[in-house]
């Protein structure tokens, strides 16, 4: 099995260069961006598909539990956040999404 770090990190650069139409980033910013991708990759969080239940067992309870969003048509799944004190976990419906890091104290995220 390959480890998706080793995908991650060509594409994060290649992003760089184009600039995602949002002009280019510099190397401060894409450095920090490289390694916020590698401790996604590489941290204990739920991953997609896992249930509410399953999150609450597993990681315990968290820190606030965010109003809902979405659901005004039938079209348009309801999705919940979750915080936990370094990462979002985000539900659709009441699976796991996708799990994100916060920025650290003091740094802006990148955009």
């Known amino acids: 099995m390959?480890?998706?770090s080793k995908f991650l990190s060509p594409a994060i650069l290649l992003w760089g260069m184009m600039g995602?139409?949002?002009g280019v980033i510099p190397s401060a910013q894409a450095d920090t961006?490289?390694?916020q991708v590698y401790?996604?990759?590489h941290r204990v969080m739920p991953r997609r598909g896992m249930t509410?239940?399953?999150v609450a067992q597993h990681f315990?309870?968290?820190e606030a539990?965010?109003?809902?969003?979405?659901g005004q048509k039938r079209v348009w799944p309801v999705i919940h956040r979750w915080v936990y004190p370094h990462y979002v976990v985000y539900f659709e419906r009441n699976r796991v999404l996708h799990s994100v890091l916060k920025a650290p104290p003091g740094e802006k995220p990148v955009r």
């Open 20 to 22: 995602l139409g949002m």
């Open 2 to 4: 390959m480890c998706a």
């Open 39 to 41: 401790l996604e990759a």
């Open 65 to 70: 539990r965010l109003p809902a969003a979405g």
């Open 52 to 54: 509410m239940v399953q």
């Open 33 to 35: 961006l490289q390694q």
């Open 60 to 62: 315990g309870q968290p």
